[in-house]
C-alpha cells in the first residue's frame, strides 16, 4: 500500500466565512456528471468564478467552519480534486463531506483558526507527521489534530474501495 506524503506544500485558496455548502462546492445543476475534469470546471463557481482560473495541481483551499454542510454529495469532493486542490484544511467539516473525502482518497484537514492564518496566494505547508500547518508567507504556523491511522490507510489506499478490495484480495489469497 503506497504511503501518503508527510508533507504537502501549496498556495492558498482562502474562504473563511462558515457554512459553505456542496450546492457552493458545486453546483447542483451540474450533478448529472460523475466525470472529475468536467466537475472541477465548475468549482466553487458561484461563490467565486476566478476560482478554476487560478487554481493550480496541488493548490490547497482553506475555509471556515462547517465547511461542506447541506446535501451528502461526493461531487463536491470530485469537483475539488479534479480541479487540482490537494487538501482542504477547514476550521470544522460537516461529518458527512469528511467522510466522502477520506471515502474517496481526498485530504481534509481540521485546522482552528486556518482561515485566520492564511490569505488567497499564501505559501503553505501541511506537515501531517507534526500535526502543523504553516504559512511561509507570514511567517506563521497552527496545530492541528493528526489524522487517525485508520484514515491514513484509506486514504493511502486511495479511498474506502480500493482499501475494502485490497483487504479482500489478500483474505481471497
Known amino acids: 500500500m503506497p504511503e501518503i506524503p508527510t508533507k504537502l506544500r ?9 457554512h459553505i455548502n456542496t450546492d457552493e462546492i458545486i453546483p447542483a445543476r451540474h450533478l448529472n456528471v460523475h466525470d472529475e475534469a468536467e466537475l472541477a470546471r465548475h468549482a466553487m463557481e458561484d461563490i467565486d468564478e476566478g476560482f478554476v482560473a487560478r487554481v493550480r495541481p496541488g493548490d490547497i483551499l482553506v475555509a471556515g467552519e462547517d465547511f461542506g454542510c447541506g446535501s451528502s454529495r461526493e461531487h463536491a ?49 501541511v506537515d501531517l507527521e ?17 489524522l487517525t491511522d485508520f484514515a491514513k490507510e484509506l486514504l493511502a489506499a486511495g479511498g474506502l474501495l480500493p482499501f475494502v478490495l485490497a483487504k479482500r484480495a489478500k483474505v481471497v489469497a
Do not use: M
Not at 10 to 18: D, N, S
Not at 103 to 118: D, R, S, W, Y
Open 10 to 18: 501549496g498556495r492558498a485558496h482562502v474562504y473563511g466565512r462558515p
Open 77 to 125: 469532493v470530485w469537483a475539488l480534486r479534479g480541479a487540482g486542490v490537494k487538501v482542504v484544511i477547514a476550521q470544522s467539516f460537516s461529518r458527512i463531506f469528511f467522510r466522502n473525502a477520506i471515502n474517496n482518497g481526498f485530504l481534509a484537514i481540521e485546522c482552528v483558526g486556518a482561515a485566520e492564518l492564511a490569505s488567497t496566494g499564501d505559501d503553505l505547508e
Open 130 to 146: 507534526r500535526g502543523l500547518l504553516l504559512n511561509h508567507t507570514r511567517g506563521a504556523e497552527a496545530r492541528f489534530v493528526p
